[in-house]
């Protein structure tokens, strides 16, 4: 007999949620805006079927964008025209371990999960700590919070390698600028950067930023 458990799985939403990723399947997620957790719109083993959802998908919507990824070894793949692998994805579905989520839920607790511009989340939070003459002194540290690794403290992205390091010095607009100024953009002369009724314009010519290695209207910097 089917338990009310069972009977969830029905449910589409339900099941994208629960169901874990299969080798060669086809997500199409929401690149932007960022969210916590991996918000996945479609699966499908199809190329496609997905490619044509990933396309609706952007046409529907103004202020967020979609992208496909294929599963291969557990893990995101970006996919090239003819939907196979092509380079690992910087979206993952990066699972935060609960007791950061308990944290940022107690009051008693300083400290929030910040998504780095690239997807990965990490812990910014106060920790205790003794100093040489024996006083209990708070500091601030980054620190990785995924189930699987966590606890370490960190001063660059693990996952793109953007430094973190300068927020813990000053919370001067530089940091600001360096979180979300994507690396493909560094040194390009059309990088705008600048937020507009708290929408982040990245450039006249990708609003959204581009997503990859190299951009093709990369223009260099002489300044
Ligand atoms: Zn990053």
Redesign the pocket.
């Known amino acids: 007999m089917d338990t009310a458990a069972d009977l969830l799985f029905l449910n589409e939403e339900v099941a994208l949620r629960i169901n874990p990723f299969s080798e060669g399947e086809y997500l199409v997620i929401q690149t932007y805006p960022q969210e916590k957790n991996l918000k996945v719109s479609k699966r499908s083993f199809d190329y496609e079927i997905a490619k044509k959802y990933c396309e609706l998908e952007g046409l529907g919507h103004d202020y967020a964008t979609f992208e496909l990824r294929i599963i291969r070894d557990h893990k995101l793949w970006t996919v090239n025209n003819s939907g196979y692998p092509r380079t690992i994805s910087?979206q993952q579905d990066w699972k935060v371990s609960p007791e950061y989520l308990e944290a940022i839920d107690d009051n008693d607790n300083h400290g929030e999960i910040i998504i780095?511009?690239?997807?990965?989340p990490y812990f910014h939070g106060v920790t205790a700590q003794t100093s040489g003459s024996g006083e209990v002194v708070e500091c601030w540290h980054c620190v990785t919070c995924l189930v699987d690794d966590h606890e370490r403290e960190i001063h660059s992205?693990?996952?793109?390698?953007?430094s973190l390091v300068d927020e813990l010095d000053d919370d001067s607009d530089d940091f600001y600028e360096q979180i979300t100024q994507p690396a493909v953009c560094i040194g390009c002369a059309n990088y705008h950067g600048q937020e507009y009724a708290e929408e982040l314009l990245i450039c006249a010519i990708h609003p959204y930023g581009w997503d990859g290695v190299s951009c093709p209207d990369f223009t260099v910097n002489n300044n």
Not at 157 to 162: K, M, T
């Open positions: 910087q780095c511009f690239c997807s990965y992205c693990p996952n793109c390698e953007i």
